[in-house]
Protein backbone atom coordinates (compact mmCIF):
# COMPACT_ATOMS: atom_id res chain seq x y z
CA UNK A 1 0.00 0.00 0.00
CA UNK A 2 1.96 3.14 1.55
CA UNK A 3 1.66 6.35 0.42
CA UNK A 4 -0.44 7.84 -2.47
CA UNK A 5 0.30 10.73 -5.38
CA UNK A 6 -1.02 13.64 -4.89
CA UNK A 7 -3.22 13.70 -8.17
CA UNK A 8 -5.52 10.48 -6.47
CA UNK A 9 -4.88 11.01 -2.78
CA UNK A 10 -7.18 8.32 -1.96
CA UNK A 11 -7.80 5.22 -3.37
CA UNK A 12 -10.66 2.30 -3.52
CA UNK A 13 -9.68 -1.15 -2.07
CA UNK A 14 -12.34 -4.11 -1.64
CA UNK A 15 -12.11 -5.58 2.17
CA UNK A 16 -10.20 -8.18 1.65
CA UNK A 17 -7.04 -5.95 0.40
CA UNK A 18 -7.92 -4.21 3.58
CA UNK A 19 -7.93 -7.60 5.72
CA UNK A 20 -4.32 -8.01 4.01
CA UNK A 21 -3.22 -4.79 4.30
CA UNK A 22 -4.20 -4.44 7.84
CA UNK A 23 -2.21 -7.56 8.71
CA UNK A 24 0.79 -7.31 6.83
CA UNK A 25 0.91 -3.46 8.07
CA UNK A 26 1.71 -3.43 12.10
CA UNK A 27 0.88 0.55 12.09
CA UNK A 28 -2.28 0.50 9.46
CA UNK A 29 -5.24 1.09 11.11
CA UNK A 30 -8.59 0.42 10.44
CA UNK A 31 -11.12 3.50 10.94
CA UNK A 32 -15.01 3.49 11.25
CA UNK A 33 -16.97 5.99 10.31
CA UNK A 34 -20.59 4.73 10.92
CA UNK A 35 -22.88 6.01 14.08
CA UNK A 36 -23.00 4.96 17.61
CA UNK A 37 -25.90 3.45 16.18
CA UNK A 38 -25.09 1.20 13.66
CA UNK A 39 -21.90 0.17 15.64
CA UNK A 40 -24.15 -0.94 18.69
CA UNK A 41 -27.20 -2.58 16.56
CA UNK A 42 -25.08 -3.89 13.18
CA UNK A 43 -21.56 -4.75 14.48
CA UNK A 44 -17.89 -3.45 14.10
CA UNK A 45 -14.74 -5.25 12.50
CA UNK A 46 -12.92 -7.30 15.05
CA UNK A 47 -9.23 -6.62 14.65
CA UNK A 48 -8.71 -8.63 17.67
CA UNK A 49 -6.76 -11.27 15.38
CA UNK A 50 -4.80 -8.58 14.36
CA UNK A 51 -3.75 -7.48 17.70
CA UNK A 52 -5.76 -4.34 16.69
CA UNK A 53 -8.88 -2.80 17.73
CA UNK A 54 -10.95 -0.65 14.64
CA UNK A 55 -10.71 2.81 15.39
CA UNK A 56 -14.30 4.13 15.71
CA UNK A 57 -14.85 8.08 14.92
CA UNK A 58 -18.14 9.33 13.52
CA UNK A 59 -18.19 10.96 10.20
CA UNK A 60 -21.87 12.11 10.50
CA UNK A 61 -24.01 12.10 13.92
CA UNK A 62 -27.50 10.31 14.47
CA UNK A 63 -29.90 10.86 14.07
CA UNK A 64 -29.62 14.21 12.11
CA UNK A 65 -26.87 12.67 9.82
CA UNK A 66 -24.64 16.16 10.15
CA UNK A 67 -21.27 15.54 9.26
CA UNK A 68 -19.37 16.64 12.38
CA UNK A 69 -16.94 19.47 11.50
CA UNK A 70 -14.38 17.97 14.17
CA UNK A 71 -13.93 15.15 12.22
CA UNK A 72 -10.50 15.29 11.50
CA UNK A 73 -9.53 16.57 14.38
CA UNK A 74 -11.09 14.18 16.41
CA UNK A 75 -9.37 11.18 14.57
CA UNK A 76 -6.31 12.86 14.14
CA UNK A 77 -6.01 12.75 18.13
CA UNK A 78 -7.16 9.43 18.09
CA UNK A 79 -4.39 8.59 15.57
CA UNK A 80 -1.59 10.34 17.30
CA UNK A 81 -2.82 8.38 20.65
CA UNK A 82 -2.22 5.08 18.68
CA UNK A 83 1.26 6.35 17.47
CA UNK A 84 0.12 6.63 13.87
CA UNK A 85 2.35 8.37 11.37
CA UNK A 86 1.60 10.51 8.15
CA UNK A 87 2.49 8.22 5.89
CA UNK A 88 0.70 4.84 7.75
CA UNK A 89 -2.22 2.79 5.94
CA UNK A 90 -5.86 4.46 6.93
CA UNK A 91 -8.35 1.76 6.09
CA UNK A 92 -11.64 3.27 5.96
CA UNK A 93 -15.10 1.93 6.11
CA UNK A 94 -18.95 2.55 6.77
CA UNK A 95 -21.75 0.85 5.64
CA UNK A 96 -21.22 0.94 1.67
CA UNK A 97 -18.87 2.76 1.36
CA UNK A 98 -19.50 6.18 0.68
CA UNK A 99 -19.44 8.24 4.13
CA UNK A 100 -16.03 6.43 4.24
CA UNK A 101 -14.81 8.02 1.24
CA UNK A 102 -16.44 11.47 2.22
CA UNK A 103 -14.06 10.82 5.69
CA UNK A 104 -10.60 9.92 3.95
CA UNK A 105 -10.66 12.33 1.37
CA UNK A 106 -10.86 14.60 4.40
CA UNK A 107 -8.38 13.15 6.41
CA UNK A 108 -6.18 13.32 3.39
CA UNK A 109 -6.33 17.05 2.72
CA UNK A 110 -5.80 16.99 6.38
CA UNK A 111 -1.95 15.91 5.65
CA UNK A 112 -2.37 12.05 6.03
CA UNK A 113 -0.63 10.74 2.52
CA UNK A 114 -1.99 6.84 2.74
CA UNK A 115 -5.86 7.04 2.85
CA UNK A 116 -8.12 4.07 1.48
CA UNK A 117 -11.93 3.85 1.20
CA UNK A 118 -13.17 0.42 1.80
CA UNK A 119 -15.52 0.77 -1.23
CA UNK A 120 -17.55 -2.72 -0.25
CA UNK A 121 -18.54 -1.57 3.36
CA UNK A 122 -19.06 -3.30 6.04
CA UNK A 123 -22.82 -4.63 4.68
CA UNK A 124 -22.17 -4.24 0.97
CA UNK A 125 -24.36 -3.82 -1.57
CA UNK A 126 -28.14 -3.86 -1.54
CA UNK A 127 -29.08 -7.00 -3.09
CA UNK A 128 -32.24 -8.02 -5.67
CA UNK A 129 -34.45 -7.50 -2.14
CA UNK A 130 -33.09 -4.20 -1.24
CA UNK A 131 -31.06 -6.58 1.71
CA UNK A 132 -27.16 -5.33 2.73
CA UNK A 133 -25.04 -7.82 4.52
CA UNK A 134 -25.22 -10.87 1.72
CA UNK A 135 -22.90 -10.11 -1.37
CA UNK A 136 -19.64 -8.32 -1.18
CA UNK A 137 -18.52 -5.96 2.18
CA UNK A 138 -16.72 -7.34 5.61
CA UNK A 139 -19.54 -9.36 6.99
CA UNK A 140 -20.62 -11.01 3.97
CA UNK A 141 -17.12 -12.27 3.35
CA UNK A 142 -16.90 -13.77 6.72
CA UNK A 143 -13.82 -11.53 8.06
CA UNK A 144 -14.60 -11.20 11.85
CA UNK A 145 -16.68 -8.91 13.99
CA UNK A 146 -18.23 -8.09 16.63
CA UNK A 147 -21.66 -7.13 17.88
CA UNK A 148 -22.74 -5.22 21.55
Known sequence: MGAQSDENPVDEVDVATAWNGLKATPRSQLV????????????????VPLGKRTVLVEW?????QSVDPRFAERLANELTALGVQLDDDLFFICRSGSRSLAAAKAMAAAGYRACHNVSEGFEGPLDDARHRGAQLGWKAIGLPWQQS
Open 32 to 47: DVRTRAEWTYVGIPDL
Open 60 to 64: QTFPD
